[in-house]
């Protein structure tokens, strides 16, 4: 597959109905806590790198790698077993 790119990645996720005011402050601590420079020495040495977001930002990469990996498996002709 050309220019075809994985990455692992973790993020913190909320319950559906949590309000946007309470998303947006544990978001902004989880970006306060990897922004520190021993998250980031930390991260560092586990191959990672740190990238803060928004809730909105988050959201829309979950939306892309949706798509990319369900037109993935689509093609591939995968099913649950």
Do not use: C, Y
């Not at 020495?41 to 892309?64: D, I, N, R, T, Y």
């Amino acid at each position: 597959m050309p220019n075809f790119v994985a990455d692992g990645w973790l993020s913190l996720f909320f319950p559906a109905k949590t309000p946007m005011d309470v998303t947006r402050r544990l978001a902004d601590l989880g970006n306060s806590v990897t922004n520190t420079d021993a998250a980031r020495e930390f991260l560092h040495k586990q191959f990672a790198e740190p990238l803060p977001g928004s809730p909105e930002s988050l959201a829309k990469s979950v939306m892309e790698e949706n798509a990319k990996w369900g037109a993935i498996v689509k093609k591939a002709g995968i099913e649950p077993e």
